[in-house]
Each structure stands twice: as structure tokens, then as C-alpha cells.
């Protein structure tokens, strides 16, 4: 089984990708994570933000594997512990297909977006920096797959 992170937005400040990067490389035995980043749409003076949104979409949209399961980060999704992410998990791993996970742009994601979603996951009711989630989801991934390895990474 494969996954995905596809974010919307390009280049990650160095402390981001470097994080992302070691999660990534700790996840390659369990659940290797490729991270594909998509364009935002245009913004701007002049510029719709609707219209932006629905470009950002149709390009996560083109962007899923095929028959994947798609979770989207949304926050008004499902608020999980740490233990139920990994049950979660479990339960993917379960239905044998690839996972993509998507983070969508400055006004979130496109309404084409959440109904192709499986599932909404939120990281909490705090507004995060869509580059933070990045890295904020890559270590709860390990944190899920660590505890389903049983390695003494998750400690609580």
C-alpha cells in the first residue's frame, strides 16, 4: 500500500520539508509517503477566490491515484486521538488501496473535493498554517503506524 499527501502550495520553508522529510523516511518501512504538491490558483487584486479554489480542485482532483482512498483535512472533519488514527489506519490498510490524504489551499478545499473525500480528518479546532499540516500529518502517520508496530515511539 501506497500513499499520497497532496497539499496545495509550493516550496516549503527548509525547517518544513527537512521535518516532512524525516517523517517521510521513518514511514518508508510502514507506509511509504509520497508528497505532491499542487499549484494554487490565483490570488490576488482582481482575482476570484471562488474561481481559484475550483482550479486548486480540479488539480487535486487529477492528482488522486486511481480507486484511492481519499481523506481530506478539513477542520470541520473528524477529530481523532491518536490511537483511533491508528485504528483508522488499520482499518485502510484493511480495504487494500493506495491512501491519499489532501490539503487544500487558503480557502480550503473545493466543494468537488470533499464530496470525492472518504473520510475528513481535522487536527483540531486551531487554525494551522497549511504548511505546519504538512508536517503536523506526516508525524501523526508515524505516530499510527509506530503504534501498530508496537515501536516505543507513542509514548502516553
Known amino acids: 500500500m501506497k500513499s499520497k499527501l497532496i497539499a496545495v502550495g509550493e516550496r516549503a520553508p ?45 488539480r487535486v482532483l487529477a492528482a488522486l ?7 481530506a483535512l478539513e477542520g470541520r472533519g473528524r477529530l481523532w486521538t491518536s490511537e483511533q488514527l491508528a485504528q483508522r489506519l488499520e482499518h485502510w490498510r484493511g480495504q487494500g488501496r493506495d491512501l491519499a490524504f489532501l490539503i487544500g489551499g487558503p480557502e480550503g478545499h473545493a466543494p468537488e473535493v470533499l464530496a470525492r473525500a472518504d ?19 506526516a508525524e501523526q502517520l508515524y505516530r499510527a503506524a509506530a503504534l501498530l508496530a508496537n515501536h516505543p515511539y507513542h509514548r502516553a
Request: charged letters at 25%; a neutral charge; aromatic letters at 8%.
Open 65 to 71: 491515484p486511481k480507486n484511492a482512498c481519499v481523506v
Open 119 to 137: 473520510e475528513q480528518w481535522s487536527l483540531g479546532p486551531l487554525t494551522l498554517p497549511h504548511m505546519l499540516v504538512r508536517l503536523v500529518a
Open 14 to 58: 527548509r525547517w518544513v520539508a527537512e521535518g516532512f522529510g524525516e517523517y517521510q523516511k521513518r514511514l518508508s518501512h510502514w507506509l511509504p509517503l509520497e508528497l505532491v504538491e499542487i499549484e494554487p490558483g490565483l490570488r490576488g487584486k482582481g482575482r476570484d477566490a471562488v474561481r481559484a479554489t475550483a482550479d486548486e480542485g480540479a
